[in-house]
């Protein structure tokens, strides 16, 4: 047996609802013992760091019940079981931000909470933008917000932006294209 893997016993499914599962699973060590593991099964979701041709930025500003604030995001979304991540990402671009990207490249995947969901992130960069109607989900309420990627990416250090897939966006981006 992998000294590091743990197995599957038994699987126990706790709440099934409209976004995720949660379980709390039998699994066994690596050393032989028992344990238990709850976690968060979910679909994943995509994401895209919009950047124009003036280098400014496009984040989505919405309020968001856990944290009882307004969040600054990249524009991002759930990925349906079984949907292309890069057309999930191009997909929620077009309906937060009213936006197409002509060129679209992949930033990376984030896991955001590995102890305990098994979500997954994909980020890409959208560049060659131009303008295509938005149409919000029933139910979302959010702003579009321009920056200039400098202003956003002092954000991101200074911590006024806090969420971790448009950190991870702004920083993969200063690293592989700004120069």
């Given at each position: 047996m992998d000294r590091l893997e743990e197995t599957k016993v038994r699987g126990n499914l706790i709440y099934d609802g409209r976004?995720?599962?949660?379980?709390?699973?039998?699994?066994?060590?690596?050393?032989?013992?028992?344990?238990?593991?709850e976690y968060v099964n979910h679909s994943g979701g995509c994401a895209?760091?919009?950047?124009?041709?003036?280098?400014?930025?496009?984040?989505?500003?919405?309020?968001?019940?856990?944290?009882?604030?307004?969040?600054l995001e990249i524009p991002a979304g759930?990925?349906?079981v079984g949907e292309d991540p890069k057309l999930c990402a191009i997909r929620e671009l077009g309906e937060e931000c009213g936006l197409k990207a002509e060129q679209v490249d992949e930033?990376?995947?984030?896991?955001?909470?590995?102890?305990?969901?098994?979500?997954?992130?994909?980020?890409?960069?959208?560049?060659?933008?131009?303008?295509?109607?938005?149409?919000?989900?029933?139910?979302?309420?959010?702003?579009?917000?321009k920056f200039p990627?400098?202003?956003?990416y002092a954000m991101a250090m200074d911590g006024t932006i806090k969420d971790a897939k448009t950190?991870?966006?702004?920083l993969k981006y200063a690293a592989l294209y700004r120069k």
């Open positions: 976004i995720m599962q949660v379980y709390n699973d039998e699994i066994r060590l690596p050393d032989g013992r028992s344990a238990y593991r895209m760091l919009a950047v124009d041709m003036d280098d400014n930025v496009y984040l989505v500003e919405q309020y968001r019940y856990p944290y009882g604030e307004r969040v759930k990925r349906e930033l990376g995947i984030l896991y955001p909470t590995v102890g305990y969901s098994n979500e997954k992130i994909y980020i890409y960069l959208g560049r060659g933008l131009s303008k295509t109607d938005a149409h919000l989900d029933d139910g979302e309420f959010l702003a579009v917000r990627f400098d202003k956003a950190v991870v966006a702004l």
